[in-house]
């Protein structure tokens, strides 16, 4: 993955109710991630994020944003079509765990199989995908990330300001940890 310098480094849209959210948004430290289902980086990251959460618990919120690299990945703008469709039933984040821990099968059949797996209404997943429901949604994604100076996955943002240190668990962790000691808590 290489990320180039930019001079946008905040998000340009603020967290919203739009957005996915795992953990509360009152949390003193909010991480968002605009990824890529199909992104080998992303799929790096994804089981670090994880430990992320686990180590700063009721201190984190997570925010996921879709950014499918569609030059070099065919399968990501249907995967995080998915997953909207998903989150629609109220499994986005089952969905999102699902296409990160099968990256390598993501064409149509596999996902109506893991929405088969997800208890989906499975002829509303399969119509909503067939006639792209969430194409917009996606491409919101994806624009504010541009705007945001996002031009490789994974990228986050730590309270609103671009992460532009390495995505591995320490380096992760400090960052964070910067961010709680600013604010006066700890992990």
Not at 162 to 169: P, Q, S
Request: charge should be negative.
């Amino acid at each position: 993955m290489t990320k180039h310098k930019s001079p946008y480094s905040t998000l340009t849209l603020d967290v919203k109710t739009r957005d996915h959210v795992l953990g509360s948004p009152d949390a003193p430290v909010t991480l968002m991630e605009y990824a890529d289902y199909q992104c080998p980086y992303c799929g790096m990251a994804y089981p670090i994020v994880k430990q992320l959460q686990h180590r700063l618990g009721e201190n984190l919120c997570l925010v996921f944003r879709n950014f499918p690299l569609t030059e070099i990945h065919p399968f990501a703008e249907g995967a995080a079509e998915a997953a909207e469709a998903a989150g629609a039933q109220g499994k986005f984040w089952e969905m999102h765990d699902t296409l990160y821990e099968n990256q390598e099968a993501l064409a149509i059949e596999n996902l109506i199989a893991y929405a088969k797996q997800l208890h989906l209404d499975v002829p509303r997943f399969a119509s909503e995908l067939e006639g792209r429901a969430y194409a917009g949604r996606v491409r919101e994604d994806f624009l504010s990330g541009v705007r945001s100076g996002v031009n490789g996955t994974p990228t986050f943002f730590i309270n609103g300001v671009r992460h532009d240190g390495g995505y591995d668990f320490n380096t992760l962790f400090a960052a964070i940890q910067t961010r709680l000691k600013g604010i006066g808590t700890s992990a």
